[in-house]
Every structure is written in C-alpha cells, then in structure tokens.
C-alpha cells in the first residue's frame, strides 16, 4: 500500500514513453493504421497499458485493461468527427517525474503522463493540438456564417413580390446554387488531414 502510494505521488504508477518512428511497427496502434488512404503516425505515446497515436487523420487510443491484460479496445476518433479542444500541458513539480498532456476530443476527456525527461518533444504534440484545435474553432465559425447567408439569402427570396411561377423558378437556381456552394465550402473549411500541421510542429 505504501509503495503504491509513493508511487502514485511520484507520478510512476503509468508513466508514458513517446515511442520513436522507428519503432511505430512495434506497437499495436501501426495495426490499425489506413495506409491505403495515405495516413501515417506523427505522434504516439506508450504507457505500461495504453498507447495513444496521433495520425494526421485521427487519434487512436489502444485501450488496455491493465498491464499484465493482452485484451485491447481499439477507439478511433477522426478529426473531422472529434473537434480537439481543452489542450493543456501540466509540468513537472520538484519531486514529480511526469508531464501531463490533456485534451477533449468531441466529448471525451483524455490525460496522459509522460517521462517528464521528454518535455521538448511533448511541448511539439501540444503546439500542434493548440494549433489544430484554433484551426477547427475557426472553420466552424466560417461555416455557420456560410449557412446563415444562404437562410438569409432564401429568407428574401420568399418575401420579395414576384409571381409564384417566378418564386419558384428562383428558389429552384437558389436551392441548387446553394447546394453547390455549401458542398465547395464545406470542403475548404471542413478538414479532414491534418498532417501539415503535424509536419510544421513535430517533423521540423
């Protein structure tokens, strides 16, 4: 009990290692990686039962039950789907030996501990994340404003006085410009690959 409890307040009880990318075949995470859609590991952790990677598409969290535990669940959460939010990096205190990383992905809280030993590697994974997460901030600002230009645009429409056959012809031209519109907006402000973000803060 007494050793688990030194071991707790020393930060030793999970301590992560960031893993090197030599070594990414060595791990479960590079299993589940989709090579045939060009996504790559940029970042990844391994604790005594947890392994957390960072892709340019998504995070993957290989689950652990414990240490000694060869059960895993496999979680995956794309960018696009899971905005990344809450980033904040906790140094290590006097008698600590860990760093701690944490982040929201779309609702799910996560923190890891690292070897406090790597800090300037981790400090590249949390300017990457901030980085990501202001990115995502804005282009969901920019979408909603997309959205409420065309309601605006509709919403004069329908109260201009025109004749009905002329209403609907011009709400047809509207319905489909607006279509093509949003489609061509929501593929510049909705990110799916992030690798160049990974690229400038991490491979630099």
Excluded at 132 to 151: C, Q, R, V, Y
Excluded at 162 to 170: G, I, K
Excluded at 173 to 200: A, C, I, M, N, P
Aim: charged fraction near 30%.
């Amino acid at each position: 009990m007494l050793k688990k409890f030194a071991s707790d307040a020393l930060g030793l009880s999970d301590i992560g290692k960031i893993i090197e990318p030599q070594d990414y075949d060595k791990t479960d995470a590079d299993d589940y990686i989709r090579h045939e859609d060009n996504e790559q590991i940029y970042f990844l952790i391994k604790t005594k039962a947890d392994e957390y990677c960072f892709t340019n598409l998504a995070f993957i969290h290989v689950d652990g039950e414990n240490a000694i535990s060869s059960k895993r669940t496999l979680n995956r959460f794309p960018y696009s789907q899971h905005k990344i939010s809450d980033v904040l990096l906790e140094t290590a205190g006097k008698v600590d030996l860990d760093i701690e990383i944490k982040f929201t992905l779309g609702k799910q809280n996560y923190s890891v501990d690292v070897d406090k030993r790597q800090i300037d590697k981790l400090n590249d994974l949390y300017k990457a994340l901030v980085y990501i997460s202001e990115i995502t901030h804005e282009n969901d600002i920019m979408l909603d404003m997309a959205g409420k230009s065309l309601d605006k645009a509709v919403s004069v429409l329908q109260n201009s006085r025109t004749s009905e056959v002329q209403l609907a012809d011009q709400y047809k031209q509207l319905t489909e410009f607006g279509f093509s519109w949003l489609q061509s907006v929501r593929e510049q402000y909705h990110r799916k690959d992030f690798g160049d973000v990974f690229e400038k803060y991490i491979n630099n």
